[in-house]
């Protein structure tokens, strides 16, 4: 059953949601008008839709379960060659945060697949089947390829890719950070997003020490820019956070009203994945790694150490102090490993790499130093990948992929009666939202979203420990090495003693 809003700028209830369009736009031309295609409204059978942005994935991505009675696939047919118009947002939010892929405003979306036909089961005809769609953009991706030089900032180059009609031909708003690279690619007859990826691994943000720039779409449009960007504004002050999440049970105002505002902050369920993986950590070059380069034309070898704790406070990280970077909020603690004397980021043999450099390749253009652009993205990738949180909250379009959020996360212990819970000073605060993922249930009208976020800082600075050796070695006598056949002779000896 489609859902009804009567007002559609006032929200109702935590997961309330207006879904106004959802149309398959055929590739066939109508009888009665050849400049119109057919087109033909799926609403009332939908079920429920997911959508899905991703600041891993180049293009939005989403599927419709449709419960047809009318064996729309065939009528169509749907081949793969057909359009989706969908138009779906929170009452109340502003244009900007509006899923509106309608033809009038921007692009449809693409139907790619059709999968799990079946019957839905009683008497009736109806089958039930699962619709994905993408952004038009990952089709031109598809049948286009990018064989040219491109000279000068990074941006420009990623810029015409997914601008030209040559490529990806994208009519949608490209948000961009400014590079201070100024490099000569040759791209090498290569599929555009292809091409993206390759330029995107040799830029440096013009206002942050950060690479790491990744190319990405939301609602809003397209994003070319760095991790270090989306958790700072202007290269001086922490990004605020668009909304406030906790654990709480729903939220009454006096004489009973709910009270929607803080009931659409509220968490129902949540996890941490691998929160803490000091192995995998230590193996992929998170706390410390080394790069060497290789100039071949003088060449020249270098070696370019990086250290996680002494660089912490060049960045910006889902942490601040009053608004600027934190140099001591670290995930990991400032403290000496086993009987080093030296704790984790100290340790550049963790993680070996390799690379070549060579300066003045193409006269006026040049590539960044790779001891500059390697060590710390190796890391900031890392930290990207662990201390991830799911959240299970009510829909809100105005929330996307890229955004700053904030989870109150009370301390799991106890407390007495008349003592107020703490928050965790190291799991609750500020988080970098990686996914988002709207899922629409027409059945019970409601619209829901799971987040995958991550935190690479602390709320509060974890202790520091100053004892230059952690683990203190008594002096034993054991350290030897056993001779196992030698071991196996006196095994056999005193079994025979023993007979």
Same mark, same amino acid.
């Given at each position: 059953?489609?859902?009804?809003?009567?007002?559609?700028?006032?929200?109702? $209830?935590?997961?309330?949601?207006?879904?106004?369009?959802?149309?398959?736009?055929?590739?066939?031309?109508?009888?009665?008008?050849?400049?119109?295609?057919?087109?033909?409204?799926?609403?009332?059978?939908?079920?429920?839709?997911?959508?899905? +942005?991703?600041?891993?994935?180049?293009?939005?991505?989403?599927?419709?379960?449709?419960?047809?009675?009318?064996?729309?696939?065939?009528?169509?047919?749907?081949?793969?060659?057909?359009?989706? !118009?969908?138009?779906?947002?929170?009452?109340?939010?502003?244009?900007?945060?509006?899923?509106?892929?309608?033809?009038?405003?921007?692009?449809?979306?693409?139907?790619?697949?059709?999968?799990? @036909?079946?019957?839905?089961?009683?008497?009736?005809?109806?089958?039930?089947?699962?619709?994905?769609?993408?952004?038009?953009?990952?089709?031109?991706?598809?049948?286009?390829?990018?064989?040219?030089?491109?000279?000068?900032?990074?941006?420009?180059?990623?810029?015409?890719?997914?601008?030209?009609?040559?490529?990806?031909?994208?009519?949608?708003?490209?948000? #961009? +950070? !400014?590079?201070? *690279?100024?490099?000569?690619?040759?791209?090498?007859?290569?599929?555009?997003?292809?091409?993206? %990826?390759?330029?995107?691994?040799?830029?440096?943000?013009?206002?942050?020490?950060?690479?790491? $720039?990744?190319? /990405?779409?939301?609602?809003?449009?397209?994003?070319?820019?760095?991790?270090?960007?989306?958790?700072?504004? &202007?290269?001086?002050?922490?990004?605020?956070?668009?909304?406030?999440?906790?654990?709480?049970?729903?939220?009454?105002?006096?004489? &009973?009203?709910?009270? @929607?505002?803080?009931?659409?902050?509220?968490?129902?369920?949540?996890? /941490?994945?691998?929160? #803490?993986? @000091?192995? !995998?950590?230590?193996?992929?070059?998170?706390?410390?790694?080394?790069?060497?380069?290789?100039? @071949? $034309?003088?060449? *020249?070898?270098?070696?370019?150490?990086?250290?996680?704790?002494?660089?912490?406070? !060049?960045?910006?990280?889902?942490?601040?102090?009053?608004?600027? %970077? =934190?140099?001591?909020?670290?995930?990991?603690?400032?403290?000496?490993?086993?009987?080093?004397?030296?704790?984790?980021? +100290?340790?550049?043999?963790?993680?070996?790499?390799?690379?070549?450099?060579?300066?003045?390749?193409?006269?006026?253009?040049?590539?960044?130093?790779?001891?500059?652009?390697?060590?710390?993205?190796?890391?900031?990738?890392?930290?990207?990948?662990?201390?991830?949180?799911?959240?299970?909250?009510?829909?809100?379009?105005?929330?996307?992929? &890229?955004?700053?959020?904030?989870?109150?996360?009370?301390?799991?212990?106890?407390?007495?009666?008349?003592?107020?819970?703490?928050?965790?000073?190291?799991? =609750?605060?500020?988080?970098?939202?990686?996914?988002?993922?709207?899922?629409?249930?027409?059945?019970?009208?409601?619209? +829901?979203?799971?987040?995958?976020?991550?935190?690479?800082?602390? *709320?509060?600075?974890?202790? #520091?420990?100053?004892?230059?050796?952690?683990?203190?070695?008594?002096?034993?006598?054991?350290?030897?090495?056993?001779?196992?056949?030698?071991?196996?002779?006196?095994?056999?000896?005193?079994?025979?003693?023993?007979?």
């Amino acid at each position: 059953m489609p859902h009804v809003n009567d007002d559609k700028d006032i929200i109702k $209830y935590a997961g309330d949601y207006n879904l106004d369009v959802c149309t398959i736009v055929s590739y066939k031309k109508s009888v009665d008008n050849a400049d119109q295609c057919i087109r033909h409204n799926i609403l009332p059978q939908v079920m429920s839709l997911t959508l899905v +942005e991703d600041i891993s994935l180049q293009v939005i991505t989403g599927e419709i379960n449709v419960a047809d009675a009318q064996d729309i696939r065939t009528l169509l047919p749907i081949t793969g060659m057909e359009r989706l !118009e969908l138009k779906l947002y929170t009452p109340g939010v502003s244009e900007e945060h509006k899923i509106d892929a309608l033809e009038e405003k921007t692009e449809p979306f693409y139907i790619y697949k059709i999968e799990r @036909i079946r019957p839905s089961g009683g008497t009736g005809r109806q089958q039930v089947y699962r619709v994905h769609f993408t952004s038009r953009e990952a089709y031109r991706n598809n049948v286009k390829r990018v064989s040219k030089a491109f000279s000068g900032p990074v941006e420009n180059g990623v810029a015409e890719i997914l601008l030209d009609k040559e490529y990806l031909d994208s009519r949608k708003p490209f948000f #961009v +950070e !400014e590079t201070k *690279t100024n490099p000569k690619f040759v791209i090498p007859n290569i599929k555009p997003f292809a091409a993206i %990826k390759m330029l995107a691994a040799s830029a440096i943000s013009k206002n942050y020490k950060n690479s790491n $720039y990744l190319f /990405f779409e939301t609602i809003q449009g397209f994003h070319f820019r760095s991790i270090e960007s989306l958790m700072a504004v &202007g290269g001086h002050t922490a990004r605020p956070v668009v909304e406030k999440y906790h654990m709480q049970p729903a939220n009454v105002r006096v004489g &009973g009203d709910k009270d @929607i505002t803080q009931d659409m902050r509220n968490v129902s369920v949540y996890s /941490f994945v691998d929160p #803490v993986n @000091i192995l !995998e950590q230590l193996n992929n070059g998170l706390f410390a790694n080394k790069l060497i380069t290789h100039d @071949i $034309y003088h060449k *020249t070898i270098k070696e370019h150490t990086f250290d996680y704790h002494g660089t912490f406070g !060049e960045f910006f990280h889902t942490e601040h102090t009053n608004g600027e %970077k =934190s140099g001591i909020k670290f995930l990991q603690p400032y403290a000496n490993f086993d009987n080093t004397e030296k704790n984790l980021s +100290e340790h550049p043999d963790a993680k070996l790499m390799t690379a070549t450099q060579t300066s003045k390749i193409h006269n006026d253009y040049e590539f960044e130093d790779q001891g500059e652009l390697i060590p710390n993205s190796v890391s900031q990738r890392e930290q990207m990948n662990n201390f991830n949180l799911i959240l299970t909250v009510p829909g809100n379009t105005k929330v996307h992929a &890229g955004d700053m959020i904030s989870f109150a996360l009370p301390y799991q212990k106890p407390v007495a009666p008349d003592q107020t819970q703490e928050l965790n000073p190291y799991y =609750s605060g500020r988080y970098l939202v990686l996914q988002v993922k709207h899922m629409i249930d027409q059945t019970t009208q409601k619209h +829901e979203m799971i987040m995958r976020c991550v935190k690479d800082a602390v *709320t509060s600075a974890l202790p #520091v420990e100053t004892d230059k050796v952690v683990v203190k070695l008594k002096d034993k006598n054991n350290n030897q090495v056993i001779n196992v056949y030698e071991d196996d002779n006196r095994e056999t000896l005193n079994n025979k003693g023993d007979g």
